[in-house]
């Protein structure tokens, strides 16, 4: 059942962004919607919006309790989230602590190469485009953040890499890279935003050697292991084992 939302503001491939009540906040539904490769790919899974809004819903709590600014807010149910509205800046910040996916598809870099430090790439948030990859001199030529904003990007990148790793570790799931989104709030912070689950996230389990049962993340879908949604749930069965029941919002 849908809470009471004011209008579609944006639907995006896997969530859908409503107006409410409070002009400093907005509803994020998480849809059942499946995407990859530019949504060429696209499929329906049903019961993946709500374990990917209690995942996200759970590790937003926690970089909230380290101090890591954040846009959640709290839950209405199980698929629905309020978080405060922001202006999103349109670039994916990724996050590398082991070489796959298309850093070893466009650069000799070998498959499961350990990267320390991690490596943190910023690429073109759009679509039309296939979000290209930026150097520091095209993200300038953008004018898309200051010089001083992208320090700041990175450093809130890095924090929230070094302080999940360490966090998924102890419950034997390998964080092996990621993207963020961040966006800045009405009173102009910086608030890592979006969602952070394992459609965004890859995530090995630490449980198994076996290179396909490893995977736990959107990598299933991708090249068509199955198992999508059970591995997705046993990221959250671990999570919430850890961690107390994301709360309401009130
Ligand atoms: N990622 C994402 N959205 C994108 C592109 C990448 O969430 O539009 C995530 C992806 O799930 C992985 C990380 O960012 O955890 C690095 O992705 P990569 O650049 O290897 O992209 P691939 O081409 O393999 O999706």
């Given at each position: 059942m849908s809470p009471d939302h004011g209008l579609l503001m944006y639907e995006g491939?896997?969530?859908?962004?409503?107006?409410?009540?409070?002009?400093?906040?907005?509803?994020?539904e998480f849809k059942n919607d499946a995407t990859a490769f530019n949504a060429l790919k696209h499929s329906q899974l049903e019961g993946k919006?709500?374990?990917n809004c209690q995942i996200s819903a759970s590790l937003f709590e926690l970089l909230e309790q380290e101090g890591i600014p954040n846009h959640y807010l709290g839950l209405l149910s199980e698929e629905w989230m309020m978080v405060q509205k922001v202006e999103v800046i349109p670039l994916e910040i990724v996050v590398r602590n082991i070489a796959t996916g298309s850093l070893c598809?466009?650069?000799p870099i070998i498959e499961g190469k350990e990267l320390s430090p991690p490596l943190l790439d910023l690429y073109y948030k759009d679509d039309?485009?296939?979000?290209?990859?930026?150097?520091?001199?095209?993200?300038?030529?953008?004018?898309?953040?200051?010089?001083?904003?992208?320090?700041?990007?990175?450093k809130l990148a890095r924090w929230v890499n070094d302080f999940l790793k360490d966090f998924l570790d102890k419950i034997?799931?390998?964080?092996?890279?990621?993207?963020?989104?961040?966006?800045?709030?009405?009173?102009?912070?910086l608030?890592?935003?979006?969602?952070?689950?394992?459609?965004?996230?890859?995530?090995?389990?630490?449980?198994?050697l076996d290179s396909n049962d490893r995977i736990l993340d959107k990598d299933r879908f991708r090249q068509d292991l199955g198992g999508v949604v059970e591995a997705y749930g046993?990221?959250?069965?671990?999570?919430?084992?850890?961690?107390s029941k994301p709360r309401n919002y009130k």
């Open positions: 491939k896997a969530k859908r962004i409503y107006a409410c009540k409070d002009i400093d906040s907005v509803l994020v919006g709500r374990i598809k466009q650069t039309s485009l296939s979000d290209p990859l930026l150097t520091e001199s095209r993200l300038e030529i953008l004018g898309i953040v200051s010089h001083a904003k992208r320090l700041e990007i990175e034997d799931l390998v964080l092996v890279d990621f993207k963020l989104e961040m966006g800045i709030n009405n009173s102009g912070e608030l890592v935003a979006d969602e952070i689950s394992p459609d965004t996230c890859r995530i090995w389990d630490k449980r198994t046993e990221i959250l069965k671990r999570v919430q084992g850890v961690t």
